[in-house]
């Protein structure tokens, strides 16, 4: 199972950049697909962006153009850069391993429990 930290929340003037990191444990990081989601306050926790295992990268319309999902299988760390932060993006943010199920081995190990996430709170 993958363990994750996130860390870079602050708060920050609309229009303002902030970058998110993600420290990972396990062995198998760099062939599981990791995501970043975040839950706005009284609302779901939604998935806002994907990285796969080769780097390929999925964002929700919501911040398309505005965030990009990096990552560095050195390091066992997932990034998330935000620019241009409107006041909606407040939520607190978390990143995760993203199931498998393509692989018996990979549908094992590419798996997260929510950590603390990090807070982003976006001022008008």
């Known amino acids: 199972q993958i363990q994750l930290v996130e860390s870079g929340g602050g708060s920050v003037q609309a229009g303002g950049s902030l970058k998110l990191s993600c420290a990972a444990s396990?062995?198998?990081?760099?062939?599981?697909?990791m995501g970043w989601f975040r839950r706005a306050p009284g609302k779901e926790r939604d998935q806002i962006a994907s990285?796969?295992?080769?780097?390929?990268?999925s964002y929700a319309d919501s911040v398309k153009g505005r965030f990009t999902i990096s990552r560095d299988n050195q390091k066992n760390a997932v990034y998330l850069q935000m620019n241009s932060l409107k006041p909606e993006d407040t939520a607190v943010y978390y990143c995760?391993?993203?199931?498998?199920?393509?692989?018996?081995?990979?549908?094992?190990?590419?798996?997260?429990?929510w950590g603390q996430g990090t807070q982003v709170t976006v001022s008008s």
């Open positions: 396990g062995y198998a990081f760099s062939s599981c697909g």
């Open positions: 990285i796969n295992s080769i780097g390929s990268t």
């Open positions: 995760a391993a993203l199931p498998r199920t393509d692989s018996p081995v990979l549908q094992r190990v590419c798996k997260s429990d």
